[in-house]
């Protein structure tokens, strides 16, 4: 009788397939049970790194490919070798792992094993630390006699360090001494206070921004109209000059407080 663990595990065909696998791979070889072996491999899976990904999605490569060899021999006759099926494994992880991000590089035993699966290694996309330049906007503002801006601002960052940088709770990275000091000259000028808020989740955050944003300007704004002002405001934070440009902006912030959730 046929059965899924004779056929997926157990077999000559199947044995020599795993067996190859699990070393390239750097995953124990053990006898199991389909479904034991699928979850072996799981754990091995990190889905922030290429090598992570594929070890996830290698079981079921196997399982499609020798399924197919299996339907092959039986309704065509036709005798697949184990190096076929492992080379249509690799092809497919090979097409599979180059069309996805990833968030941490590989450790030195995953390069090793992508080299062996000759698979394209992929490039960690790195959001790097971007901060704010107020150099120019502060000498529009002084140009135009708009400066000091009599507007409290108070800048709500994703970023806890961020907070914690220009509060003086924790000491910058050397890297970022001297951006940063200009950055927080510039900010206690312009009056500018950033705050960090720990979020739930978008829907929420977006709710606590416009309700705080009415409350603490005692505007009845619409939903249009804040998003408007928040861009504009987010303009004028990031130095885009084009803002200042309209005099009754300028003339409508002054003595407002208001808060920008970032």
């Given at each position: 009788?046929?059965?899924?663990?004779?056929?997926?595990?157990?077999s000559q065909l199947a044995q020599n397939i795993w067996k190859y696998f699990n070393y390239a791979c750097g995953v124990s070889?053990?006898?199991?049970?389909?479904?034991?072996?699928q979850a072996l491999w799981w754990n091995?899976?990190?889905?922030?790194?290429q090598m992570g990904l594929v070890r996830g999605n290698v079981p079921a490569f196997i399982f499609w490919e020798i399924w197919k060899?299996?339907?092959?021999?039986?309704?065509?006759?036709?005798?697949?070798?184990?190096?076929?099926?492992?080379?249509?494994?690799?092809?497919?992880?090979?097409?599979y792992a180059v069309h996805d991000s990833y968030k941490r590089e590989c450790s030195f035993s995953d390069l090793i094993s992508l080299q062996v699966l000759q698979i394209q290694r992929q490039k960690v996309k790195?959001?790097?630390?971007?901060?704010v330049e107020w150099l120019e906007i502060t000498k529009f503002c002084k140009d135009h006699g708009w400066y000091p801006l009599e507007v409290e601002v108070e800048v709500e960052v994703d970023s806890k360090i961020i907070e914690?940088?220009?509060n003086l709770k924790t000491r910058v990275a050397p890297k970022f001494y001297f951006i940063w000091e200009?950055?927080?000259?510039?900010?206690?000028?312009?009056?500018?206070?950033?705050?960090?808020?720990?979020?739930?989740?978008?829907?929420?955050?977006?709710?606590?921004?416009k309700e705080g944003s009415k409350q603490i300007t005692k505007q009845h704004w619409s939903t249009d109209e804040l998003?408007?002002?928040?861009?504009?405001?987010?303009?004028?934070?990031?130095?885009?000059?084009?803002?200042?440009?309209?005099?009754?902006?300028v003339s409508y912030l002054k003595g407002k407080a208001l808060v920008l959730h970032l």
């Open positions: 009788i046929e059965t899924a663990n004779h056929l997926f595990v157990q070889l053990l006898h199991q049970t389909v479904a034991a072996r091995y899976a990190n889905k922030q790194t060899s299996r339907c092959s021999y039986k309704y065509d006759s036709i005798n697949i070798a184990a190096e076929t099926v492992i080379h249509k494994v690799k092809g497919w992880l090979q097409h790195v959001k790097l630390l971007k901060f914690q940088w220009y200009r950055i927080m000259q510039l900010g206690v000028e312009m009056g500018i206070k950033p705050g960090h808020n720990f979020r739930e989740g978008n829907n929420s955050s977006d709710g606590m921004s998003h408007i002002m928040s861009k504009k405001l987010f303009s004028l934070i990031k130095g885009v000059l084009l803002v200042l440009e309209d005099n009754l902006l």
